[in-house]
């Protein structure tokens, strides 16, 4: 059976994702942060057999041990880790004014050293994967060479850091036939304002959809890493 495992599924891009993965017929693995949201309950109830939901909090080391253990309890095997869990709400300031450095701690930490927590943890899964794919949900905010931001240091820079965290895995997990992704998902619409966005562009499965096909298509393990959720290379 194909398996994969979503991190931060309980809304927006992370549960469009683990729904799009049910409908392919994989065993998802669906990292939830927040027990009282319904969507993945609903899932749940609809895939009894085929998801497992999983307490995972990426900031915690406890929680992402447990999680790969409650993994590591039904599979023998990953095909597919998504590292999508992340947070936005950037409250890091501005250079004119005050700037919040905890704030940007806790973007570092949840979207850059959260990601390289759920693969460490999960590495003897993956590695004994058919398909033996990596995926980080990066953003256009992380690349250095079209920024226009003036502001949101926190999220840009830890989406940066994601980027750099998903150069050195391709370079390192090449001998073990791992490939790596960075995928930028688009603008879209979710959770990621603290309330649902209808001004971002695109529908969250349709970016899940984009996403699945990139993968699909994925075989050359040299071809661009750091792309849109349309196949787009994007600069570093
Ligand atoms: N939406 C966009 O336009 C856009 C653009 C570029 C990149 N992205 C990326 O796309 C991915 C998915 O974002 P989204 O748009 O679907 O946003 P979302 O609706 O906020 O989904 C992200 C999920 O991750 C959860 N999460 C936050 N902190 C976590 C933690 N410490 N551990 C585990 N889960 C945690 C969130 O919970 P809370 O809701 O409680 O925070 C939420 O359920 C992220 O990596 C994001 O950076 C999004």
């Given at each position: 059976m194909k398996t994969a495992y979503v991190t931060g599924a309980d809304r927006g891009l992370g549960e469009a994702l683990a729904r799009a993965l049910l409908s392919e017929d994989y065993h998802v693995f669906a990292g939830q942060y927040l027990p009282d949201w319904p969507q993945l309950t609903a899932l749940l109830n609809a895939h009894p057999d085929k998801l497992t939901v999983l307490p995972l909090d990426v900031t915690s080391d406890v929680s992402v041990a447990t999680a790969a253990e409650l993994v590591a309890a039904e599979t023998d095997h990953l095909d597919l880790l998504i590292n999508n869990a992340a947070l936005f709400q950037d409250r890091s300031g501005s250079v004119m004014d005050?700037?919040?450095?905890?704030?940007?701690?806790?973007?570092?930490?949840?979207?850059?050293?959260?990601p390289l927590r759920v693969t460490h943890s999960v590495m003897p899964l993956l590695r004994a994967g058919h398909r033996k794919l990596l995926v980080n949900i990066s953003s256009e905010a992380g690349s250095i060479g079209q920024c226009w931001r003036k502001k949101e240091y926190g999220y840009a820079m830890s989406k940066a850091a994601l980027n750099m965290q998903s150069a050195i895995l391709r370079n390192h997990l090449e001998e073990y036939g791992i490939q790596v992704m960075a995928i930028h998902p688009g603008y879209v619409r979710s959770y990621m304002l603290g309330h649902f966005n209808e001004d971002a562009t695109v529908d969250a499965d349709e970016s899940a959809r984009g996403i699945l096909e990139l993968i699909r298509l994925r075989t050359d393990s040299h071809a661009p890493l750091y792309l849109d959720y349309q196949g787009s290379a994007l600069p570093w």
């Open positions: 005050d700037l919040y450095f905890d704030d940007m701690l806790t973007l570092y930490d949840t979207n850059c050293l959260g």
